[in-house]
């Protein structure tokens, strides 16, 4: 008998795990027996995280030696970002408009769920500007930002770090030798680690749906419909035709992708699968350096799926509480998402930070998130999986944008990828 691939194992973690949430909704138990266990994997997906980033980065750049290259190359990518991004708050709030999700919600049916835990973190983000975000990029003591996992600073030290051994020459190359047996062992690790994610992906789901139950979704389903048209509407068509640009299918893209996808959904983490697609975008023609420094940024700077949900979310409260948004208010409304939502990655909940922040800039009850705090997890689950899809894209567009991307290498894997499913 064939042995069943990972993403076959992590549906069926997913299935089950729905299965027994249902089962035993509303028992504390399940909490108390599963809980456990999904946060070991997101532990261990956390461990790994750090030592890939900077040791991909550093033989990465280091291959590369040239400043003005990585300038450039940050330069492009920076802009790639914003305009796709935008992109994603103009159709969030297009399809909000035509949708009108919000509109005949009794909120008197809605169940609160307390936000509490968010709005200590609501004024770092109301204080947050663009200038701050290239500020906090330089760290003060790497220590202290690798402790935190403070992607944008790892990233800076790791590039300037990877171009300092290129700088010395021969004296480098023991330096250079040791991050490279770093990044092999720890994509070692990785697949290890991957072994675990039906365990992690069942105990997550199981949790979530114990919790909050499959009846939640009633009141408040006709948003999630949207935002999973929304989410599904931007990846084919949006990103679709920035793939088709790029000389690629979005659809064989993603079926290279599937594994991740699978779990990036189930856990509802982008971390989750941060080490394995800079792996398969390496095996699929791009370059080291590229991937490597792509990717990671994009989880600060390319939240596709996030930037799409918050609008929508804006729109449906508004619709919720009556309130008609002009054209100039949206307009401000999509300007404030796009400098709130960048270089905060590392906020917990940054969505609904992102939303907490910015909803009363233009008259928007934010304590109205608490009706749709319950089912967040359930849009977030779609969120990080177009997260996934436009960072592991965007590595493949900046490739090709650099005349680095290796054709023949992207066709070989992707042969690999459909012999084997």
């Not at 750049?61 to 492009?76: C, E, M, Q, S």
């Not at 021969?170 to 062992?185: C, H, I, M, T, Y």
Request: positive net charge.
């Amino acid at each position: 008998m064939k042995k069943l691939g990972l993403a076959w194992q992590i549906l069926i973690g997913l299935v089950v795990g729905i299965a027994v949430g249902a089962v035993f909704y509303g028992e504390a138990s399940v909490v108390t027996y599963l809980k456990p266990i999904g946060d070991i994997f997101i532990r261990l997906i956390k461990m790994i995280v750090v030592p890939i980033v900077v040791s991909s980065i550093v033989v990465g750049v280091a291959g590369v030696g040239d400043i003005k290259k990585l300038g450039k190359l940050g330069g492009k990518t920076i802009l790639y970002f914003e305009i796709i991004t935008t992109i994603a708050i103009a159709v969030g709030l297009l399809i909000a408009n035509v949708t009108q999700p919000g509109s005949g919600v009794n909120m008197s049916h809605l169940k609160k769920t307390d936000i509490s835990v968010y709005v200590g973190a609501t004024e770092q983000v109301k204080g947050h500007s663009i200038a701050d975000t290239f500020v906090n990029i330089v760290p003060t003591n790497i220590i202290d930002s690798l402790a935190k996992g403070d992607m944008l600073a790892i990233i800076f030290f790791s590039v300037l770090f990877g171009l300092g051994v290129a700088a010395i020459g021969e004296k480098g190359k023991p330096v250079l030798r040791f991050f490279q047996g770093v990044a092999d062992a720890m994509f070692y690790v990785t697949n290890q680690v991957m072994k675990f994610a039906p365990f992690g992906v069942f105990a997550l789901i199981g949790v979530t749906v114990s919790k909050f139950g499959v009846g939640s979704l009633i009141p408040l389903g006709k948003l999630v419909v949207v935002v999973y048209g929304a989410m599904i509407f931007f990846v084919v068509v949006v990103l679709g035709i920035v793939a088709k640009i790029a000389g690629i299918n979005i659809f064989q893209f993603m079926r290279v992708l599937k594994d991740e996808l699978i779990l990036a959904y189930s856990t509802a983490s982008s971390e989750a699968v941060l080490p394995k697609i800079m792996e398969k975008m390496e095996k699929f023609g791009c370059p080291k350096a590229i991937a490597s420094f792509v990717i990671p940024t994009g989880y600060s700077f390319n939240l596709d799926g996030s930037t799409l949900y918050q609008a929508i979310a804006a729109i449906f409260l508004a619709q919720m509480y009556g309130i008609h948004l002009s054209i100039s208010q949206q307009i401000t409304l999509m300007l404030v998402l796009m400098l709130t939502s960048k270089g905060i990655a590392g906020v917990p909940g940054v969505s609904f930070v992102v939303l907490l922040a910015t909803l009363g800039s233009v008259g928007i009850p934010p304590e109205g998130l608490a009706f749709i705090a319950g089912i967040d997890r359930i849009l977030d689950m779609a969120r990080t999986a177009v997260n996934v899809v436009g960072n592991s894209l965007a590595a493949v567009v900046m490739s090709k944008w650099e005349g680095q991307y290796d054709q023949a290498k992207g066709e070989e894997y992707l042969n690999e990828v459909k012999q084997a499913s």
